[in-house]
C-alpha cells in the first residue's frame, strides 16, 4: 500500500490518496510497481476490450457490418454524446433488435451539454444513454449473430457472458473457476483479477502477436486498432481516454474503469501498465496515469505528454476560477519484482 | 493512519478509504480516537458556525432582524433549493445590500430538482446560489452594520476575516499566528488546525458554558441553536447535516466540511466529535460519522441513530437498481491519547 498523491490547498497537503502499479511485458514479467502490484481488483469498464472479443471472433461484427467506429463504441465508457447515442442505436438496427432488449439501465449522460440538453428539451432516458450502451450493443448482437435467445445475457450463465468469461481467462492465463466477479453497474459480471493481470491485457492488446490462438489474435488486433483509430468514440469530449489516445497517435490504448482503475497500453513497447487508486477516486487517476508514463518516459522524449499537461497537475480552481490548490503525484515506481512476504 | 471503510462489491472489498478521528471534551481533553486526531486539517465548511459569531457578537443580525432561520443559513453548505436562495437575497435586502457585493462565487445548486429547473428555465447563476451565500450575506451584513466598506471582504486582511480569525483562535486556543489558511472554495480563508481543535469547536458549541467570554457564548448559543432550530436551512433535502439534526430533535449539531470532514457536537454530553476521511471522499464520509456515533452510543439506545439508517450501511446500487455492494465501516475507535512518537 502506497501513498501516490496528494491534493494540496495552497502549499498544504489537504488529502492524499493511495495507489497501485503494475507494468508487465506480454509475457506477463513484472517490470515496474507501486504498492501491490498483484491486489486483486475489479478491472470494471478497463475490461471492455476483453468483453468486445466475441463480437469479432464469433463473426457478429463482420455479419452486421460494424466496422472500427462500432467496436470503438463496443470499448468505450462513453460520453452519452448523440454521436455515441445514434451509433449505440445504429448498431442495434443494423443487428436486428430493438433498445428494450438492453439490460443495461441508464444514466444521464455524462457530458455536461449533453445532460443539459436532455433536461431542457425533457427527453426520456433510455438505454442507449448508458456509457455501456456500445458494449451491451455487441453482446445483443453476438446472440442475436449466433441465434441465441439474447433475454438475459447480462446473467453469468448466459452464453454471452460465458463467452466473455472464457476470454478473460484465455488472455490473462487465470483458470475461469479462479475468476471472481460481482455485479457491474451495468449488470454484467465484473471481474476481479490481481492488478498485474489487467496490466497482462493490455500488454497483449499491444502486442497481438503474444496472442497464440490466430482468431483471438485477430481479435484483439482490429479491437485495438479501432480503439486507436475511434478514440472519440471510446470516450468523448473532455475525456482522458479520447484525449490520451488522440495524443499518442495510436501508440497507446488506454482505457477507464470505474472506481479508479486505468489500463494502458504501449504499442511500441509491448508493455501493458494497469493503475487502481485505492479508494477508487477518479478525480486523481489521469494524473496519477501521467506520471507513470512520464517515469516511464513514454511520451516524454516526442511530446505527447505535453498535449496531456492539463491532467499532469492539475490545479484545483475555487468558484471564482482562483487557483487555490493543486493535484500533485508523490510516488516512485520500483523496478522489478516486490519482495513476497 | 488508519483504515476505516470500505467499498464492497458482492462480498468483495474494491476500494479502501482512511480516515481520523477525534472525540474532545469541551477542555480539549481527548476521548476517543482513530488514526492522527492531531491530522492537519482543512475545516472547510464546518467552520461555518465560528464564521457565524461575529454576525451575533457585533450586533448586526440583531440591527437586521435576522433570526434563526437566517443564522441557520449563515452556518450552511445549502443545496440552493428556492428557499435557501430566498433567504440569502432576503438577508442581503435588509442589510441594505446588493447581492453582487457577495465574493463567494456561484455553482448549480446541490439539489437535483433545483439544478434541473434552473436548466429548463434557463435562470442565470448568481452568488445567492453558492452553497456558502448564508455565510457570505452574514459577513457583509457585519460590514456594513460596522460601517466597513464590504469590497474586498473575502481577503484575509480585512477586517471582517480578522475578526473571525480572532474567533477561531479563541475558540481553538490556538494562537492566530500558528493558524494557517488556505483560500476556500468561496474564497475566504480556510482554516488548518489540528483535527482535535475542529472537535474542541464543537465540543464548545455544544457545551457554550466552556466558553469563558460571555459575548462570545451568547453567540456560540444563539448560532448553535439556530442549527438544530432549522436544519433544513443548514443543508436541505436529502442532505445528511439536516436529517441528522432533525433525528436528533436539538441534541446534536452537526456540519459537514468538503473534502469529507464533519464535525458533531453532542449537547447532552458536551463533547465534540471531528472526522477526517484521508482522501476526501464525501460518499463515506456520513457512514462514518454514524458509526462513531453508534460506537460511542449516541442515539442507540433511544432511537435517533435508527432514523438515520439510510446513512449507517448504506447499499451500492446499479443503473438497474439492483444492490450489487454495500459501504462498510471497518474500525474501531480507542480511548485515551494515543502514543506520542
Same mark, same amino acid.
Given at each position: 500500500?502506497?501513498?501516490?498523491?496528494?491534493?494540496?490547498?495552497?502549499?498544504?497537503?489537504?488529502?492524499?490518496?493511495?495507489?497501485?502499479?503494475?507494468?508487465?511485458?506480454?509475457?506477463? %514479467?513484472?517490470?515496474?510497481y507501486?504498492g501491490?502490484?498483484?491486489?486483486p481488483?475489479?478491472?470494471?469498464? %478497463?475490461?471492455?476490450?476483453?468483453? %468486445?472479443?466475441?463480437?469479432?471472433m464469433?463473426?457478429a461484427?463482420?455479419?452486421?457490418?460494424f466496422?472500427?467506429?462500432d467496436?470503438a463504441l463496443? $470499448?468505450?465508457?462513453h460520453?452519452?454524446?448523440?454521436?455515441?447515442?445514434?451509433?449505440?442505436?445504429?448498431?442495434?438496427?443494423?443487428?436486428?433488435?430493438?433498445?428494450?432488449?438492453?439490460?443495461?439501465?441508464?444514466h444521464?449522460?455524462r457530458?455536461r451539454?449533453?445532460?443539459?440538453?436532455?433536461?431542457?428539451?425533457?427527453?426520456?432516458?433510455?438505454?442507449?444513454?448508458?456509457?455501456?450502451?456500445?458494449k451491451?450493443a455487441?453482446?445483443?448482437a453476438t %446472440?442475436?449473430?449466433?441465434?441465441?435467445?439474447?433475454?438475459g445475457?447480462?446473467?453469468p450463465?448466459?452464453?454471452?457472458?460465458?463467452?466473455?468469461?472464457?476470454?478473460?481467462?484465455?488472455?490473462?492465463? $487465470?483458470?475461469?473457476?479462479?475468476?471472481?466477479y460481482?455485479?457491474?453497474?451495468?449488470?454484467?459480471?465484473?471481474?476481479?483479477?490481481?492488478?498485474?493481470?489487467?496490466?497482462?491485457?493490455?500488454?497483449?492488446?499491444?502486442?497481438?502477436?503474444?496472442?497464440?490462438?490466430?482468431?483471438?489474435?485477430g481479435?484483439?488486433?482490429?479491437?485495438?486498432?479501432?480503439?486507436?483509430t475511434?478514440?472519440?468514440?471510446?470516450?468523448?469530449?473532455?475525456?482522458? $481516454?479520447?484525449d490520451?489516445?488522440?495524443?499518442?497517435?495510436g501508440?497507446?490504448?488506454?482505457?477507464?474503469?470505474a472506481?479508479?482503475?486505468?489500463?494502458?497500453g504501449?504499442?511500441?513497447?509491448?508493455?501493458?501498465?494497469?493503475?487502481?487508486?485505492?479508494?477508487?477516486a477518479?478525480?486523481?487517476l489521469?494524473?496519477?496515469a501521467v506520471?507513470?508514463?512520464?517515469?516511464?518516459?513514454?511520451?516524454?522524449?516526442?511530446?505527447e505528454?505535453?498535449r496531456?499537461s492539463?491532467?499532469t497537475?492539475?490545479?484545483?480552481k475555487?468558484m471564482?476560477?482562483?487557483?487555490?490548490?493543486?493535484?500533485?503525484?508523490?510516488f516512485?515506481?520500483?523496478?522489478?519484482?516486490p519482495?513476497r512476504?
Open positions: 500500500m502506497s501513498e501516490m498523491i496528494r491534493v494540496l490547498r495552497g502549499n498544504w497537503t489537504e488529502s492524499r490518496h493511495r495507489g497501485h502499479v503494475a507494468v508487465v511485458d506480454a509475457s506477463g %514479467a513484472l517490470l515496474h507501486l501491490d502490484p498483484f491486489r481488483t475489479f478491472a470494471r469498464s %478497463a475490461m471492455k476490450p476483453v468483453q %468486445a472479443l466475441p463480437l469479432v464469433s463473426g461484427a463482420d455479419r452486421f457490418g466496422g472500427p467506429a467496436l463496443s $470499448c468505450a465508457s460520453n452519452g454524446e448523440e454521436r455515441h447515442r445514434l451509433r449505440a442505436a445504429s448498431m442495434l438496427a443494423r443487428a436486428g433488435l430493438r433498445e428494450d432488449v438492453l439490460e443495461c439501465g441508464f444521464p449522460p457530458h451539454e449533453s445532460h443539459h440538453e436532455v433536461i431542457r428539451k425533457g427527453v426520456e432516458l433510455t438505454p442507449v444513454f448508458s456509457n455501456c450502451s456500445g451491451h455487441g453482446m445483443v %446472440a442475436a449473430h449466433l441465434g441465441e435467445d439474447p433475454t445475457y447480462s446473467a450463465d448466459h452464453p454471452v457472458q460465458r463467452r466473455i468469461l472464457r476470454e478473460v481467462s484465455a488472455i490473462t492465463g $487465470c483458470p475461469e473457476q479462479e475468476i471472481v460481482g455485479v457491474d453497474g451495468c449488470n454484467v459480471p465484473a471481474y476481479r483479477l490481481p492488478l498485474d493481470r489487467l496490466a497482462l491485457i493490455y500488454a497483449r492488446l499491444a502486442d497481438p502477436a503474444s496472442i497464440s490462438d490466430r482468431k483471438r489474435r481479435a484483439a488486433e482490429r479491437v485495438t486498432e479501432a480503439m486507436v475511434h478514440p472519440e468514440m471510446v470516450g468523448g469530449k473532455e475525456r482522458f $481516454c479520447t490520451l489516445m488522440e495524443a499518442f497517435r501508440c497507446l490504448v488506454g482505457k477507464v474503469g472506481e479508479a482503475v486505468y489500463c494502458i504501449d504499442r511500441q513497447q509491448g508493455i501493458g501498465i494497469a493503475v487502481k487508486i485505492e479508494d477508487g477518479e478525480r486523481v489521469y494524473a496519477a506520471e507513470v508514463l512520464r517515469q516511464l518516459e513514454i511520451g516524454t522524449q516526442t511530446g505528454l505535453e496531456l492539463a491532467y497537475r492539475p490545479e484545483v475555487n471564482r476560477g482562483r487557483v487555490v490548490g493543486r493535484i500533485e503525484p508523490d516512485e515506481l520500483r523496478s522489478g519484482e519482495a512476504w
